[in-house]
């Protein structure tokens, strides 16, 4: 196995909190986004509409409690916000011109 092992929910050092959501590499997070796209276009077919992404993770995001990190849940919803308003041509030229050069977010 030569892939790296990325873990996106750990224990908490707080026992109190429990399993919590980490923070994923801005690249998981780039994938993340496009397979809900890839996601929202298989199932809405001809249907598909930039909004449709946001749309279902709005409706679901109240449901992933902790398990998602803060900074990975606002950069996932910021980038399906600019894929409704902005398009997926502007939305894509922005994360390879200008986000994955940043490297961390």
Do not use: C, W
Request: net charge neutral.
């Amino acid at each position: 196995d030569t892939f790296p092992r990325i873990y996106t929910i750990d224990y908490s050092v707080d026992p109190g909190e429990g399993i919590i959501g980490l923070k994923m590499p801005l690249q998981y997070v780039v994938e993340m986004f496009m397979d809900r796209i890839a996601a929202s276009k298989t199932y809405q077919g001809d249907a598909y509409r930039d909004n449709h992404p946001l749309e279902y993770y709005e409706k679901g995001a109240g449901r992933l409690g902790k398990m998602i990190h803060p900074d990975t849940a606002g950069l996932l919803h910021e980038l399906l916000k600019m894929l409704a308003e902005e398009g997926e041509e502007k939305t894509f030229r922005y994360i390879k011109r200008v986000l994955l050069k940043q490297k961390k977010y």
